[in-house]
């Protein structure tokens, strides 16, 4: 994964769900520590998370885990989004 990408900021732009929700409100997340809405997944790509989740889990975190969280229809947006920039969402 490029550094610096926007991932973590995939669902702002007005396209999400075709404005049916609400500007979503950025947070400190304290289980990844990037700023984000706490109903998206979270910052994957972030170094702090990826630790974190790997000594609890025992492995590598993926972006399902990083969205595990989310209702359905974030899910559905972020593995179409991850797809269409040829990132498997489980990995
Ligand atoms: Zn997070």
């Not at 610096?4 to 304290?30: D, H, Q, T, W, Y």
């Not at 269409?84 to 489980?90: Q, S």
Request: one cysteine or more; hydrophobic letters at 30%; proline letters at 4%.
């Amino acid at each position: 994964m490029a550094r610096g990408g926007s991932l973590a900021g995939l669902a702002r732009g007005g396209s999400l769900a075709g404005g049916k929700m609400s500007i979503p409100k950025f947070e400190e997340c304290s289980t990844c520590g990037a700023r984000h809405p706490l109903c998206e997944p979270h910052d994957k790509t972030s170094f702090f998370y990826q630790i974190i989740f790997s000594q609890e889990h025992k492995r590598e975190v993926t972006w399902e885990d990083a969205m595990r969280h989310c209702d359905e229809e974030t899910k559905e947006f972020w593995r179409k989004e991850l797809r269409e920039r040829g990132i498997d969402p489980n990995t």
